[in-house]
């Protein structure tokens, strides 16, 4: 057992650096054909659907009703509101700056927690403070100057996200992947409402390239990192399963200026090195247990 842990816990490490860091420029490329909210009903319905299907091949047990309506509060959350906003936000938004915005979630998570007992320490708070300060620089005079609208969306999901991280410890959640599906199955119903209430169409047919980006979200971005953010979550240290938050906006700057030629000012650099810092100081000072 210790020796498959040994291969699998720097896989599953592997796939959340590359994967979760990729699934902004996947946006990007699969809202460019599909409308953000459609998308979002798309990927999380195929990926919560072919989540499911598999666990009750397996004899996994329906959800009950409370756990599924904590699932829809989280998926809600998290994804709903979480997900959909970067998607919505890259409509105007380069990959890069969303990244890093929605790596402050852990700066945001010691907020959260602090609101409801658990007090933070003087080094995540000096982690929350310099977080704070890149996400200003952002807006200031970095990328998001242009867009506030964008800008504010992501704060709002980056908040989403962390919140419903803290909240769903307290709920009764089925158990294992079972949550996650169930979480995805919710939050893909309700992209779906949205997309049809506010008149979502297509306008021509998709993209080969936008397609693919959404096919890969679907298998990648959501069954498989997914799948291994959970495995982590329960077998390693909580420091080391959410070290995602300051690797991702890496991996998006890079495969955006590589792929999408978007190239970010000094600016924007220096809010990513005050940003990483940050997360990396709330990360190594996280409670073990």
């Given amino acids: 057992m210790q020796s498959r842990q040994q291969i699998l816990i720097p896989l599953a490490l592997l796939a959340l650096y590359l994967i979760w860091g990729s699934t902004f420029l996947g946006m990007k490329f699969a809202i460019a ?9 798309l990927r999380f319905l195929l990926a919560g659907g072919l989540l499911y299907g598999v666990l009750r091949l397996r004899g996994t047990p329906n959800p009950t009703l409370p756990q599924w309506r904590s699932a829809a509060i989280v998926g809600t959350l998290l ?7 970067v998607a919505y936000a890259e409509q105007w938004v ?8 929605i790596g402050t979630v852990p700066l945001w998570a010691v907020l959260f927690a602090g609101l409801a007992g658990q007090k933070p320490k003087r ?3 000096l982690g929350v403070a310099l977080g704070m300060l890149g996400v200003l620089i952002l807006n200031l005079i970095g990328s998001l100057r242009a867009s506030p609208l964008g800008a504010l969306l992501l704060l709002v999901a980056a908040m989403s996200w962390a919140f419903g991280s803290i909240w769903g410890k307290r709920l009764p959640m089925p158990q294992g992947l079972m949550a996650s599906a ?3 199955l919710s939050a893909g119903t309700l992209f779906l409402i949205i997309s049809l209430m506010s008149g979502e169409h297509m306008t021509a047919p998709p993209t080969q390239k936008a397609v693919l980006s959404l ?6 971005g959501s069954f498989t990192a997914y799948s291994a953010y959970l495995y982590l979550l329960k077998t390693v240290r909580p420091a080391l399963a959410t070290s995602y938050a300051f690797v991702n906006p ?4 890079m495969l955006g200026d590589w792929l ?20 990396l100081l709330v990360l190594s000072f996280t409670r073990r247990d």
């Fill in 123 to 125: 080094n995540e708070m």
């Fill in 79 to 85: 994804i709903g509101v979480g997900n959909g906003g």
């Fill in 94 to 101: 380069a990959t890069g700056a969303a990244a890093m915005v």
């Fill in 33 to 41: 054909s599909f409308p953000p909210f459609l998308m979002g009903a």
């Fill in 260 to 279: 999408a030629n978007e190239h970010l000012g000094m600016h924007d650099l220096i809010a990513l090195g005050i940003i990483l810092t940050s997360v």
């Fill in 182 to 184: 169930a979480q995805m």
């Fill in 250 to 253: 890496v991996v998006a700057v």
């Fill in 215 to 220: 096919l890969y979200l679907v298998i990648f």
